[in-house]
């Protein structure tokens, strides 16, 4: 059995809410299984950094709903795949889709809500909407 696949199995035991380091996934590992939300920072001390995981947890509901997990990385000596990939500089919020792909970045720490609203407009959250609730769109 393939790792990422033993990984999603655990992933569920994880409580939502609660964030995974960067240096313990791959971004392959969530390939059409979530949407990853990676925030990363060169601390886990920044200033900004606690605000973003504040506000994570705080509203973790509205990302479980939109089947977000939550990625962590303030380690850039670590240097994980998720950091390879994406290239941060100090604090990033990055948005991924269930196909890998990025759909957006931002500097400054946002509320669930805003993140909600941009997983939302998404085609691939539209779509599972419609499947879920036709006619919606």
Not at 1 to 9: D, E, H, P, Q, T
Not at 54 to 72: F, H, N, P, Q, S
Request: glycine share 2%.
């Amino acid at each position: 059995m393939k790792w990422s696949v033993i990984l999603l199995a655990l992933l569920p035991s994880v409580a939502f809410g609660q964030a995974i380091p960067a240096d313990s996934v791959s971004p392959d590992d969530f390939l059409w299984q979530k949407r990853p939300v990676v925030v990363f920072a060169d601390s886990a001390e920044d200033p900004s950094f606690r605000a973003q995981m504040d506000y994570i947890t705080r509203d973790a509901d509205a990302l479980e709903e939109r089947d977000v997990v939550v990625v962590t990385d303030t380690d850039p000596a670590a240097n994980s795949e998720f950091r390879q990939k994406l290239r941060p500089r100090g604090f990033a919020i990055v948005i991924m889709d269930k196909d890998g792909e990025v759909k957006q970045r931002k500097p400054l720490p946002w509320h669930v809500r805003e993140i909600a609203r941009a997983i939302d407009k998404f085609p691939l959250r539209r779509q599972e909407v419609e499947d879920l609730y036709p006619g919606r769109y």
